[in-house]
C-alpha cells in the first residue's frame, strides 16, 4: 500500500490533536522529523510548540554520544508524571535509540508510558502504529534492523520552502571504531539517480533554490546500485536541474574522496564552495586505531586539491578529542592539522563511550577532565582561525540566499553565503527565500554582518 493511500485510511485519527517532535541528532534526523510531521499532518494533526497541550509526542533520537542518550531519557522521565494525568497522550520514541535491541528492553521495561517504538525504517508505518495501539491501548514496536530496501514515494513537509534536504543514500559500511551509525543505520543503500533527480525537479518546481544532498558518506554514493553511477555523476546531473542554484552535500569521507569529485565541484556552477570532510584526529595512530582508512598526508593531499581547483572554498571538519589511547603528542598533532588546513568552522567533540562499538573496549579511557582540558585548547586553537578567515570577507560583496528573520528584530535578515557563512544586514522581510548581494561590513568568529547592496 502506498503512504498516501495508508495515511487517507487513518486520515481522521489526529482531528483536533496536537503533536509535538523533539528532533536530536543530524540532519538525517532532521529530514525524517519532516516526513514525520508531513504523515501526522495529513492525519489532521497539528503542531503545537507545548507538551502540556500535545495529544501526541515524538522523540527523535539519536544515539551518536552519551549526552543525547541520556537527554531523552531525562526527557521521557519527566513525561511520566503528564502521562498520568493525561491518560490519552501518546508517547513516541524513533531514530537511533530504538534499533538498538538493549535500549528497546530498558524502554519497555523501565519506561512504560512509551506508546510507540519504531526505527527509521518504519516511519511509514506510523498511521497504523497510532491506530494499532489506539484499538489496544498497548505499545507498539515496529523495527526494521537492517533494510537495504529503499521506499520511495515519500512526503515531508518543508521547514523552508526555498531550501530541502534530499537523501540520496542510507546507512554506513564504514564501522570507524567508535561510532554506533553503522549498527542502528545499516549497511549502505543508495538511492536510484532517478528518483532523486525526480524529487529534486519537483522541489524545483515547487520553488525550492538550494538542495542538500543528505547521506553519511556521500562519497561512496551509487556503488551498491545495480548500473553503479559515482557521487561526481550525479553532481552533474543535479546541477542541471532548472531552478536549483545551490547544492550542498554533506558528508564525505576523506578516504573515498576522489578527483573526479573535486573536478565536478569545480565545474558544476551550482555547487557551492564549501567542503565538510571530517578529518577526526591529525595523528596517524589515532586514525588507524579509529578504523578512518586514510593518512593525515593523504587528507593533507586532498585538502590541497580542494583548494587549487577551488581557490575560494570553505572547508569544515569534524574532530574527536580524547579518543582511546590519545597521547599529548596525538593531540599536539591535531593542533598542527587544523592550523594546516585552516578551517572555516568545524564540529568539535568529546570521544563518548558507545556501548557495541569497538573503541568502547579499548584500554587507555582518557580521563574526562583530561579531555575538556584538551577540548578547551582545540577551541582556543580553532577560533582565532575561524576569525581570521572571515577578517577576509571585509568589504567584499557575497552572494546570500536570504533565510530568516531574526526573531528579536524583525528588520533584521539572515542569510548563507555559498560558502556557507551566516551573515546578519538590514532587510524587508519578503526577500526570504531570495537572493540579494551584501557588503561585508564587520565580522566576529562565527558570523558576519552587511548591508545589501
Ligand atoms: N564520540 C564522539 N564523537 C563521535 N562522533 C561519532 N561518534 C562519536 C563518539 N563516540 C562524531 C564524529 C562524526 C560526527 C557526526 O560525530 O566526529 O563525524
Ligand atoms: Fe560513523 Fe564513520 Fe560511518 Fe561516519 S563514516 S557514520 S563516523 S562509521
Not at 506508546?115 to 497510532?130: E, Y
Not at 598533532?333 to 558507545?354: G, H, M, P, W
Request: some cysteine; glycine content about 6%.
Amino acid at each position: 500500500m502506498s503512504l498516501n493511500k495508508e495515511i487517507e485510511k487513518y486520515a481522521s485519527l489526529g482531528k483536533g490533536k496536537k503533536y509535538i517532535i523533539y528532533s536530536m541528532g543530524c540532519q538525517m534526523n532532521d529530514h525524517d522529523s519532516e516526513k514525520i510531521s508531513y504523515i501526522l499532518e495529513n492525519m489532521g494533526y497539528k503542531p503545537t510548540d507545548n507538551k502540556e497541550d500535545s495529544d501526541l509526542i515524538i522523540f527523535n533520537t539519536c544515539l551518536v554520544r552519551e549526552n543525547a542518550e541520556l537527554k531523552v531519557y531525562g526527557q521521557l522521565g519527566a513525561l511520566k508524571h503528564l502521562k498520568r494525568i493525561k491518560q490519552d497522550l501518546i508517547i513516541g520514541i524513533c531514530g537511533c535509540m530504538p534499533q538498538r535491541e538493549n535500549i528497546r528492553e530498558y524502554i519497555t521495561t523501565k519506561l512504560k508510558h512509551v506508546d510507540l517504538i519504531f526505527g527509521p525504517n518504519n516511519i511509514h508505518k506510523l498511521p497504523q502504529l497510532i491506530n494499532n495501539h489506539l484499538q489496544t491501548g498497548k505499545t507498539e514496536i515496529d523495527i526494521v534492523e537492517d533494510s537495504r530496501e529503499i521506499l520511495e514515494d515519500i512526503h515531508y513537509n518543508r521547514k523552508y520552502s526555498y531550501k530541502s534536504f534530499v537523501n540520496i543514500m542510507y546507512g554506513c559500511n564504514n564501522f570507524c571504531t567508535y561510532c554506533i551509525v553503522p549498527y542502528t543505520r545499516g549497511r549502505e543503500s543508495s538511492r536510484e539517480p532517478k528518483n532523486i533527480l525526480r524529487e529534486i525537479e519537483l522541489l524545483a518546481e515547487e520553488g525550492c533554490k538550494e538542495v542538500t544532498l543528505l547521506g553519511q558518506n556521500v562519497n561512496s554514493y551509487g556503488k551498491t546500485l545495480d548500473n553503479p553511477v559515482t557521487f561526481a555523476e550525479l553532481l552533474r546531473e543535479v546541477n542541471k536541474i532548472k531552478g536549483i542554484e545551490r547544492i550542498r552535500f554533506m558528508t564525505s569521507h576523506p578516504k573515498d574522496m576522489s578527483d573526479e569529485l573535486i573536478y565536478a565541484m569545480r565545474d558544476c556552477e551550482k555547487v557551492c564552495e564549501h567542503l565538510h570532510l571530517p578529518v577526526q584526529s591529525g595523528s596517524n595512530i589515532l586514525l588507524e586505531s579509529m578504523n578512518r582508512k586514510y593518512t593525515v598526508e593523504h587528507y593533507l593531499s586532498l585538502i590541497d586539491k580542494v583548494k587549487k581547483e577551488i581557490p575560494n572554498i570553505a572547508l569544515t571538519t569534524d574532530i574527536i578529542v580524547g579518543f582511546p589511547g590519545e597521547t599529548e603528542k596525538d593531540f599536539q598533532d591535531t593542533l598542527e592539522l587544523v592550523k594546516q588546513v585552516k578551517y572555516d568552522s568545524a564540529f568539535t567533540f568529546l570521544y563518548s563511550i558507545r556501548e557495541g562499538t569497538i573503541a568502547a573496549k579499548m584500554k587507555d579511557q582518557i580521563p574526562d577532565d583530561l579531555k575538556h582540558e584538551r577540548f578547551e585548547r582545540l577551541l582556543d586553537t580553532l577560533y582565532p582561525i575561524f576569525y581570521e578567515n572571515n577578517k577576509k570577507y571585509k568589504d567584499k560583496i557575497v552572494d546570500v540566499l536570504v533565510e530568516d528573520v531574526s526573531k528579536t528584530d524583525d528588520k533584521i535578515l539572515s542569510g548563507r553565503t555559498r560558502t556557507n557563512k551566516l551573515i546578519h544586514f538590514k532587510g524587508d522581510k519578503n526577500l526570504i527565500g531570495k537572493f540579494v548581494n551584501v557588503k561585508v561590513t564587520d565580522f566576529k568568529t562565527f558570523t558576519m554582518e552587511g548591508k545589501i547592496v
